[in-house]
Nanobody, 128 residues
Framework: QAQLVESGGGLVQAGGSLRLSCAAS???????????MGWFRQAPGKEREFVGA????????YYADSVKGRFTISRDNAKNTVYLQMDSLKPEDTAVYYC??????????????????WGQGTQVTVSS
């Protein structure tokens, strides 16, 4: 089993930036075989939506159209951590952001909206 812990959420003005972190912990076997790690978000009254994902092995990234050019996902495999750098934030980015980890590829995570592990979520609020 693996556990995911997010950090870095908060309140920011429109046009500002935030960086979210997601650290994976657990057994070596559980973490070693994780490939797709990514982020989803859910705003009040809306369904959970895909934000972006990255392959731990290759570094290939995938993004939702709504965040392309503004958000960047990166990983530090030595720290078992994935980051989401969010720039040019908009009020419509306000949501609870969830980290996800999968033994499948990041494009599978994107297409199926599924993961093997989920974080507890961190609130991001963008004021206008």
């Amino acid at each position: 089993q693996a556990q995911l812990v997010e950090s870095g959420g908060g309140l920011v003005q429109a046009g500002g930036s935030l960086r979210l972190s997601c650290a994976a912990s657990g057994s070596t076997f559980s973490i070693f075989n994780i490939d797709g790690m990514g982020w989803f978000r859910q705003a009040p009254g809306k369904e959970r939506e895909f934000v972006g994902a990255i392959s731990r092995s290759s570094g290939v990234t995938y993004y939702a159209d709504s965040v392309k050019g503004r958000f960047t996902i990166s990983r530090d495999n030595a720290k078992n951590t994935v980051y989401l750098q969010m720039d040019s934030l908009k009020p419509e980015d306000t949501a609870v952001y969830y980290c996800a980890a999968s033994y499948s590829s990041p494009d599978y995570v994107m297409r199926t909206m599924t993961a093997d592990y989920w974080g507890q979520g961190t609130q991001v609020t963008v004021s206008s």
